[in-house]
């Protein structure tokens, strides 16, 4: 564009600008057409012909403001068309001011065009503020004789923001360049809020001549939040009295005094009970959702720098609650409550950490190591505690803990009432209730105690898999319901359909298989209010996450009573796969931490399953199992779980029992494997308790046998298995009558 063109675009730029007057920018436009085709204003911006991306973005801006969308998009587009570098997207922020395009990315008419460019520009900008080797030069020019280039300097670090702290706090920590250290804390006390959780990070484990320059930043910043972080170097005995004196000095300033070493201890073990139990939010997290993410900090003494990384809100008020809590033990380790509130914490955070469902290791040095070593008592306080508090990842752990330290006296012979870990086996936590139950198989009581009942029946909920993943689709109508469980189907899901809200709770109670349920608000006469509390109340089916379906006009209930269940979301009833696929990721996003998928709920199966083995050889007058003879039955034809199910089977004396070991080992579409410990199974289970078979029975049998020469070779053989199991008694009498 040559000048003279330049200057006619400028020129109808201000003419546009003034027949716009006072249209409100941010207004949408009631119509495309609000001006006529031939407005003066519009053929102003067209007959300039912007060709270049600055241009194309005016143009776009001022055509959206006279309420033309579709040419303000075309612009647009034509400005994603050109693929502009970074630096292209960069230089584009300098030519334009900032502010069009977040507009434009606003308006919902110039979606999603408008959006497209305002990211791409934003990205663009960001990436260059916050480039390591860019951010590298600016803090050498801290350091320049120059004031203009020094001030320049301070100036682009704090438009870098966070990206620019922990290189920084790297200049603090390095004794030789301490000359560029008043402009360093210039620059983070300029930076706010966006500094705190670095320095916050550096007083936690930094040594002391830094810790002391982090005290001095958080009190010229008058960050009065912070206070609660100086506790610890003010109030402990092992501070460096220099950062000592710099924090007694902070907080006076700060919240006007110190406090002393018991009230400090008070103030950070109440402030680690509100992270811990959720009461308090947060600060930093995104957008200010409550589980939005946020920035954490940690100080790498290694390398005498600050990391970052970004959490989850709930993750963030964990590690703040466990970092506290140890503070406050740390001032005052002789007091019970605090001594529970960091043990707690301290566990909660390691399960986390470690990963939810993943095997718990206690060796030394390990969290779990350090709670194991104050004792029997104190963990079963421990369990108890996380439990009534809704921690139920602190109280897996301490599960997993008596399991290893306690004994059968100490913690299951006690009293008339179920002691905490037997209440644990009942627990609506499906991670807690099998940790409860791994300890008490390893205690290995000798006879029975309060809620020894509890054992078998988790165990048996448990292992009744079929090693499906299961749904339920309940409501009035089989048809629509039918069609709703073919959706499922198509997703991977193995339905169960029920048409009464008994049946639902039957179903939902006997199976662990179950991930999920659609359940029609008009189900039955009574409300499904009271389905859902009976659901959420039973330990079995607590965690079962619900989606009430709802007809037209009903929405409206279903989304009453849904919004008074925290495991409930309510939906119009579906028509096609694709809305209920949209809906069941709706459901995916309640209660993520506790839900638990279908491989871990096949490892929980395989576990109760071998549980049940070694119990139904050693404990039949402590625990009942035999009266669990149809939920492991049930798991006899899960690929994953046959075996383990079948050493049970192999140990419950019921003529059931054998016909089930019969029919698996003859079946040639089983797995050899299967098919042959079932064999072996039975020939125990035949020579502990005689033949339970009736002789119709035995005479099909024989007739499988004879019917099998066109079989393979693997199963004749596992049917004269099965030949030699049944007549070993015959045989054996024989022998004796000699």
Not at 191 to 211: N, R, W
Not at 629 to 658: D, F, H, R
Not at 680 to 696: T, V
Request: glycine share 6%; net charge positive.
């Amino acid at each position: 564009m040559n000048t003279r063109f330049r200057t006619t675009f400028w020129l109808w730029t201000a003419v546009v600008a003034a027949l716009i007057g006072t249209r409100a920018w941010a207004q949408p436009p009631s119509s495309d057409d609000v001006l006529e085709p031939e407005s003066p204003a519009v053929l102003a911006i067209l007959e300039t012909n912007p060709s270049t991306p600055a241009e194309y973005a005016r143009a776009a801006s001022i055509l959206a403001g006279l309420q033309r969308p579709k040419l303000a998009k075309d612009f647009l587009r034509r400005l994603i068309a050109a693929k502009l570098t970074q630096p292209q997207f960069v230089r584009l922020a300098e030519q334009c001011d900032m502010s069009m395009f977040t507009g434009m990315a606003s308006r919902k008419e110039l979606l999603p065009e408008g959006k497209q460019v305002a990211d791409a520009i934003l990205r663009a900008v960001n990436r260059k503020l916050q480039d390591p080797e860019r951010i590298a030069r600016l803090i050498e020019q801290l350091g320049d004789p120059s004031i203009n280039v020094r001030a320049a300097a301070l100036g682009d670090l704090g438009k870098a923001g966070a990206a620019a702290v922990g290189p920084l706090a790297a200049v603090l920590a390095n004794p030789a360049r301490s000359a560029e250290h008043p402009n360093v804390r210039a620059v983070l006390v300029r930076m706010g809020s966006q500094a705190v959780g670095p320095l916050l990070a550096i007083l936690d484990e930094a040594d002391p001549p830094l810790t002391i320059q982090a005290i001095l930043m958080l009190r010229e910043m008058k960050a009065r939040d912070v206070s609660i972080y100086l506790l610890k170097p003010y109030a402990s005995a092992a501070s460096d009295p220099r950062v000592r004196a710099a924090a007694g000095a902070a907080l006076t300033r700060l919240v006007g005094r110190a406090p002393t070493q018991r009230e400090a201890a008070r103030l950070l073990a109440d402030r680690a009970k509100d992270y811990f139990d959720r009461r308090r939010p947060v600060d930093g997290v995104v957008d200010g959702m409550v589980d939005g993410n946020v920035e954490t900090w940690s100080w790498d003494a290694g390398k005498h720098q600050c990391t970052s990384k970004s959490v989850s809100a709930a993750r963030a008020a964990r590690t703040l609650a466990a970092r506290l809590a140890r503070e406050a033990h740390a001032l005052d380790p002789d007091d019970p409550p605090t001594r529970l509130l960091y043990l707690t914490t301290l566990l909660e955070a390691a399960v986390y950490e470690n990963g939810l469902g993943k095997p718990l290791k206690q060796d030394k040095g390990t969290p779990l190591a350090e709670a194991a070593a104050r004792g029997i008592a104190v963990i079963e306080e421990v369990l108890e505690h996380a439990m009534a508090g809704g921690h139920p990842a602190a109280a897996t752990a301490a599960a997993h803990i008596l399991g290893e330290i306690g004994t059968a006296e100490a913690l299951l012979h006690r009293g008339a009432r179920p002691t905490p870990l037997v209440r644990a086996a009942r627990h609506a936590d499906r991670r807690l209730r099998i940790a409860a139950l791994e300890a008490i198989v390893r205690l290995q009581p000798a006879g029975r105690f309060p809620g020894s009942s509890y054992v078998s029946q988790s165990l048996g909920f448990f292992a009744a898999s079929g090693g499906t993943r299961k749904a339920l689709v309940a409501g009035p109508i089989t048809k629509v319901s039918h069609k709703l469980a073919g959706m499922l189907a198509g997703m991977g899901y193995a339905v169960d359909t029920a048409t009464t809200g008994r049946t639902v709770l039957r179903l939902a109670t006997s199976s662990a298989d179950y991930e999920l349920a659609l359940i029609d608000v008009a189900i039955d006469r009574s409300p499904a209010s009271l389905l859902l509390q009976q659901l959420h109340h039973d330990y079995r089916s607590a965690d079962l996450r619900v989606g009430l379906i709802a007809r037209s006009g009903y929405l409206d209930r279903a989304q009453r009573i849904a919004d008074g269940d925290p495991l409930t979301m309510a939906f119009s009833r579906p028509y096609d796969t694709e809305s209920a696929a949209w809906q069941l990721e709706r459901l995916a996003t309640l209660a993520p931490d506790q839900f638990v998928d279908h491989a871990e709920r096949q490892r929980q199966a395989g576990e109760a399953l071998g549980h049940l083995a070694n119990l139904s050889e050693s404990s039949g007058e402590v625990y009942d199992v035999f009266r669990l003879q149809e939920p492991i039955l049930t798991a006899l034809y899960a690929p994953k779980l046959s075996t383990k199910a079948t050493a049970v089977v192999g140990n419950i004396a019921t003529p059931e029992s054998q016909r089930a070991l019969v029919e698996l080992s003859s079946r040639f579409t089983q797995p050899l494997e299967a098919r042959t410990a079932a064999v072996e199974a039975l020939r125990r289970n035949i020579e502990k308790s005689g033949i339970l078979l009736d002789s119709s029975e035995i005479v099909r049998q024989y007739d499988r046998y004879n019917q099998s020469k066109n079989l393979d070779a693997s199963t004749q053989r596992i049917l004269g298995l099965i030949l030699d199991c049944i007549e070993a008694p015959t045989q054996a009498v024989k022998r004796s009558g000699r």
